[in-house]
């Protein structure tokens, strides 16, 4: 492989195309289809998924790629490319609009992208994502654990699990140091109402974790340390109280308390 993959972009290249299957199973890939995928790299998931959806967009960082990307794509024209950051970009302006988010994401952006995503892509029925092994743990952690934490909690309110597939190390190039995994889950339903402020509170719940829940609050603006303790009385919990602590629906209570 002549390309280098860029370390600071956190690029791994999947080079076992055996995975592919694995993927489209996981992903239950469908004719009428639309997929996002972020961070295509060479192409190798990308030309699959043309082969398996209706269209395919792909948004890619490093445009130093763009050469191999369009060799490889050449003659897929239900794929479209889009160069830029996907943290910024918009998203929700893509047309048509994205059912799934399939992708082998990269390492450094892969939380905050399937955070934003839950929101931000409401036609987003469907996830499978291949990250690192941790943040894969992390996602669907359960309270009172150490990968317990802010994207756990809004997953789990978002999506339930529906697949998850342990990845060696040999089928990127470069290899990487740590271990990964396919997870797949499928949205629930309508996400809990006044969602920006639920996630705030969650936000700054676990933004000083190691703090009682009304000092975390307080530091973030979101009302005096009284008002938290009220908050969690009227959840049922103590002033004592940290933030892995709670279930995701008792943050949803908590958001609605504090109000």
């Not at 639309?34 to 699959?48: A, D, F, R, S």
């Not at 396919?182 to 920006?196: H, I, K, N, S």
């Not at 996630?199 to 340390?225: D, I, M, T, Y």
Request: hydrophobic letters at 45%.
């Amino acid at each position: 492989m002549n390309t280098r993959a860029k370390r600071e972009l956190g690029q791994h290249f999947l080079a076992d195309e055996n995975l592919l299957g694995v993927i489209g199973r996981l992903a239950e890939l469908d004719d009428d289809d639309v997929v996002l995928e972020i961070g295509p790299g060479l192409g190798v998931l990308t030309t699959y998924l043309a082969g398996h959806v209706s269209q395919v967009h792909a948004i890619e960082l490093d445009r130093s790629l763009e050469p191999k990307l369009r060799e490889a794509l050449a003659g897929r024209e239900n794929v479209e490319l889009h160069f830029g950051d996907a943290l910024a970009f918009d998203l929700g302006a893509l047309d048509p609009v994205p059912t799934k988010l399939v992708a082998n994401l990269p390492y450094n952006v892969a939380t905050p992208l399937v955070a934003e995503s839950l929101d931000g892509l409401p036609a987003v029925g469907l996830w499978c994502v291949m990250v690192q092994r941790e943040v894969a743990d992390r996602f669907f952690a359960a309270p009172e654990t150490k990968a317990y934490g802010a994207v756990s909690v809004l997953v789990q309110l978002a999506a339930e699990r529906t697949g998850f597939h342990p990845v060696s190390r040999n089928v990127f190039r470069p290899r990487p140091n740590v271990d990964s995994a396919l997870v797949a889950f499928r949205r629930r339903g309508e996400l809990p109402a006044d969602y920006p402020r639920l996630k705030a509170v969650v936000g700054a719940a676990f933004a000083h974790r190691r703090k009682q829940l009304p000092n975390s609050l307080e530091l973030a603006g979101l009302g005096s340390r009284a008002q938290a303790v009220a908050a969690l009385a009227r959840i049922g919990r103590e002033p004592s109280t940290r933030a892995e602590a709670l279930k995701p629906d008792e943050f949803v209570a908590l958001a609605h308390a504090l109000e």
